[in-house]
């Protein structure tokens, strides 16, 4: 009767572990199919944003090439850019491939659309440690505009970048706001907006701002 029970225990626990074993199985494979499929996925990233490289690269090249040339051909080199765009939709390169886009439509004097790719980047990118300087960009593209609506809008986010204490490149900024003031013959001003800059760069020994020397001459001061 001992040895019976004893069949018995054991026979209910095999049945037991078999009946748990299946999910567990299921649960087993299904976390291995994951796993290999991220593996898959981040081995095909890294593939698609290689390719995604080394188009951008050949198009900077050719870019360089272009703009070189006595009559350049920048219809044929936007159509390039324009294409790789869709081709690496998923590319972190992306704004970089907008950018030059932007290079390319000022080239060709065609500040509106240049100012819509720009609009399209910034709201792209909100966060990016990039946006500061593609916002600059847009606005000094603005202040050359005949249109005194959308100058005074670039002039508005020139001065917000220029006073913006967490703005990483906030020295671009001063320089030219000073610059604009300049040769509005606002001298006051653009001396003011420029001696902040130099002030704040006193202290600034493993990187000073390389626009400081680009002003000491119209503040008459020395530079330590």
């Not at 870019?63 to 939709?89: C, I, M, R």
């Not at 320089?175 to 003031?181: A, C, P, Q, S, V």
């Amino acid at each position: 009767m001992a040895v019976q029970k004893t069949n018995s225990v054991f026979g209910t626990i095999s049945r037991t572990i078999q009946a748990q074993s299946k999910p567990l199985s299921i649960v087993f494979f299904c976390a291995l199919g994951l796993a290999a499929s991220s593996f898959v996925y981040k081995l095909w990233s890294a593939k698609r944003e290689r390719a995604a490289q080394y188009d951008f690269s050949a198009l900077m090249t050719e870019y360089e090439t272009v703009s070189q040339e006595k009559n350049p051909e920048w219809d044929g080199l936007l159509d390039k850019f324009e294409k790789n765009y869709e081709k690496h939709a998923s590319s972190s390169l992306l704004s970089y491939y907008l950018s030059y886009k932007v290079r390319i439509l000022l080239n060709q004097n065609k500040r509106d659309e240049a100012l819509a790719t720009l609009d399209t980047m910034i709201d792209a990118m909100p966060g990016s440690p990039m946006l500061s300087l593609y916002e600059m960009e847009r606005a000094l593209i603005q202040l050359d505009s005949a249109d005194e609506a959308i100058q005074s809008t670039g002039l508005n986010t020139l001065i917000s970048l220029a006073h913006d204490v967490h703005n990483k490149n906030r020295d671009s900024a001063q320089f030219y706001l000073g610059r604009y003031y300049w040769v509005k013959n606002d001298i006051d001003a653009a001396r003011a907006i420029w001696q902040q800059l130099v002030d704040e760069q006193r202290d600034e020994k493993l990187a000073p701002s390389p626009w400081v020397h680009q002003v000491q001459d119209k503040l008459n001061i020395t530079i330590v």
